[in-house]
């Protein structure tokens, strides 16, 4: 577990980044422990076995909530992850996808104990005008930010927007072989009309339906935030979305949880 200094540092290098210094390495000696959000158990299942993380207790406040913790210790360099996910809805049964789970979830991990990084996990779609891939991995640059809030109110449209600044993770990136890019979120797992011209006008590549409240709960809380996200769905293709989705989730799945296996790795050795 990180010490209270060190993350009282990280905190420190967060701010230091927001004023436009250099954040190469103004936070990263302090990861000793991460916070990996995510929403979907075939999304967590890989990441949770190839770490080794153990099931553990959500705080007792949180324990009428379905939101699921797992910790995997240090090992060597590797710091401590701390895997949060939402769980499953008790009326339905279906994974707790989207904003509201997720923001629940982020809240649980970041009061169980000092979060040096957070870092919302999964899957996501992309568009074929960004020559997206399926099962490539992305990491969020320069921001995360939301495109179904319409709020035509002066500040409140800011508000809307949401866009969060990311960690700047870009050399580690480069070095993992991802591709950075805007993440965009949105509570619907289709593209209506109205968000096609909010997306294309905000610049976003990725498409999902968590970073963006996972990022507004970890910045509430001065904790540096990233997304990392693997495709699994052509928003233009001709294919429906949810076809797409269910035929390319395990592959997805398993291609982000090689990929934030190696990131952790990196943070360690920072």
């Not at 992850?81 to 996808?97: E, H, K, Q, S, Y």
């Not at 500040?155 to 805007?182: H, N, S, V």
């Not at 509430?220 to 997304?227: D, E, I, K, R, S």
Request: charged share 20%; net charge negative; glycine share 8%.
């Amino acid at each position: 577990m990180a010490t209270g200094k060190r993350y009282l540092d990280s905190r420190k290098g967060w701010r230091a980044r927001e004023q436009g210094h250099s954040a190469k390495n103004a936070y990263a000696p302090a990861v000793e422990r991460v916070a990996v959000i995510m929403a979907m158990e075939a999304e967590a299942a890989p990441l949770r076995d190839a770490l080794g993380a153990t099931p553990i207790e959500v705080p007792v406040w949180a324990s009428t909530l379905p939101v699921r913790l797992a910790v995997a210790p240090a090992v060597g360099g590797r710091p401590e992850v701390l895997l949060a996910v939402n769980g499953r809805d008790p009326t339905t049964g279906v994974d707790c996808i989207g904003s509201t789970a997720a923001a629940l979830t982020t809240q649980v991990a970041l009061t169980y104990g000092p979060i040096d990084l957070v870092v919302t996990a999964g899957t996501a779609g992309g568009w074929h005008r960004s020559n997206a891939e399926i099962g490539e991995v992305f990491v969020a640059w320069p921001h995360i930010a939301c495109h179904d809030r319409r709020i035509d109110l002066p500040g409140f449209d800011q508000f809307g927007r949401g866009e969060i600044a990311t960690a700047d993770l870009r050399e580690l990136a480069d070095a993992l072989g991802c591709r950075l890019g805007i993440v965009t979120t949105g509570d619907s797992l289709d593209e209506s009309p109205t968000d096609r011209e909010r997306i294309l006008a905000s610049g976003a590549e990725v498409k999902e339906m968590e970073a963006a409240a996972v990022a507004w709960v970890a910045q509430l809380h001065g904790v540096p935030v990233t997304a990392v996200k693997a495709i699994t769905d052509l928003v233009e293709s001709p294919v429906a979305t949810a076809t797409q989705f269910t035929a390319n989730l395990a592959a997805a799945a398993d291609a982000l949880q090689a990929t934030m296996m190696k990131l952790i790795d990196q943070l360690g050795d920072q």
